[in-house]
């Protein structure tokens, strides 16, 4: 069965840093573009980041968290992981992994693989 499943969701304080983890199933992740996806309440899900199939992956970011965040790889794994540093509230979403064999699908939101979300909660 295939599957991808987020984890390392909370409740972090503005400032403060959490690292998303997605682990994939009954495929493999080197085979594929992978990215993250967030959706706040209230809005339209928004991509985030993502990081190609080759070796190294070339990476890509949202204006809205550009230096801020990190995407990465671990194939020998199957995972991929985005670390978020300074955090503010507007960063309050549920976080999405995706994961496709074409770029485009994985930035447009239209890729073939999603995992179920993990909820990032930034408040004091």
């Known amino acids: ?5 987020e984890s390392g969701g909370g409740l ?3 400032g403060g840093s959490l690292r998303l983890t997605c682990a994939a199933s009954g495929f493999s992740l080197d085979h594929y573009t992978i990215g993250w996806f967030r959706q706040a309440p209230g ?3 928004e991509y985030v980041a993502s ?3 080759n070796t190294g992956g070339s990476t890509h970011y949202a204006d809205s968290v550009k230096g801020r965040f990190t995407i990465s790889r671990d194939n020998a794994r199957n995972a991929m992981y985005l670390q978020m540093n300074s955090l503010n509230r507007e960063d309050t979403a549920v976080y999405y992994c995706n994961a496709d064999v074409i770029l485009h699908r994985v930035r447009t939101g239209t890729a073939d693989y999603w995992g179920q979300g993990t ?3 930034v408040s004091s």
């Open 1 to 5: 069965q295939v599957q991808l499943v």
């Open 12 to 14: 972090v304080q503005p």
């Open 43 to 45: 809005k339209e899900r």
């Open 51 to 53: 990081i190609t199939r």
């Open 119 to 121: 909820q990032v909660t």
